[in-house]
């Protein structure tokens, strides 16, 4: 049997074993021209995604598995493998702050397993849905927030007579 249309076949499914955390196996094919990593979470789904993270650009193949995402070994990073949308920091940090933390997005594709075969789909899957480039961008030098604080009036005592 052959790969799903528009699939590639890159590995026997009994490769990838369901681990996470500090025993996450991350396996490296090629899809066409580019680099895939691929692996089964603890739930069992195979996933593959880009083997850079958006945010520096780091090698993805040290990147371990955490609760169905996955970790970015340099700055902890945490990406939904599934849709490629950033959780950590995007989660946790203000929106005001996204354009300095450039989370990015990471590139996935949609995983089949036929015939004992996980085949991975050539093309990448769109950005994921409520990714907004724009909250990324620096804003423009007169729309910072000052980082003047306030001043203070001083109110003088008068002394009671
Ligand atoms: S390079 Fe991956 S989190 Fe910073």
Redesign the pocket.
Known sequence: MSAPHGFVRVVRSTVLAAREGLESQVCEVRVGDEIVLVGRLNDGQVVAFGAA?P??M?DLRDATFVDGLVR?P????MYDPRTGANVIPTRVARRENLWKLRPGYLPTHSVEERDGWVCVRATPQPPPAGWDPALEEAPAPGARPSRQRPRRHRTRLTPLP
């Open positions: 993270c945010h520096e780091t970015c340099r700055h902890n990073y």
